[in-house]
Each structure stands twice: as C-alpha cells, then as structure tokens.
C-alpha cells in the first residue's frame, strides 16, 4: 500500500474531527454518517473516536457496509 508509511499517525481522526466540526458548526447539518466497509476496523475505530455510533446494516453497490450516526449537539 503505498500509504501504508502514514498508517497510525493521527491523520484519519484530524481529517474526521475537521470534517464532523465543518458539518455541524457551518454547515449546521443535524446529524452525519459514515458509511463504513463491515471489515474496515481502522475506520470503524476513528468513527467511534468522534462519537460516532453503529446505527445499521446496509448494502452500497451489492457490497455489505456499517453505517455509523452522530447528531450535532
């Protein structure tokens, strides 16, 4: 994997935490999702850093995913 080198630096969860902080302080959007592959354990991880919860089971392009929620507070 040619990002393998940046693997468990930090970047994940700073671009997550940006993202989420973007959505709910100027988009004002009410809530957000991560569609996450149910074998993606890394992301899944940095989903439940943010706060993030496991809300259900679903399928994206015949592939089987978790989708994680986080209402703006």
């Known amino acids: 994997n040619t990002y393998r080198a940046f693997w468990g630096k930090g970047i994940a969860n700073a671009a997550a935490a940006a993202v989420l902080k973007y959505a709910f302080e100027v ?5 957000l999702r991560a569609l ?10 940095v ?3 943010l706060g993030m919860t496991y809300e259900m089971k679903t399928e994206l392009n015949g592939k ?3 989708s994680y929620m986080r209402e703006r507070t």
């Open 27 to 31: 988009r004002r959007e009410p809530k």
């Open 36 to 45: 996450i592959a149910s074998s993606n354990e890394s992301s899944r991880r």
């Open 47 to 49: 989903a439940e850093r």
């Open 64 to 66: 089987e995913i978790n």
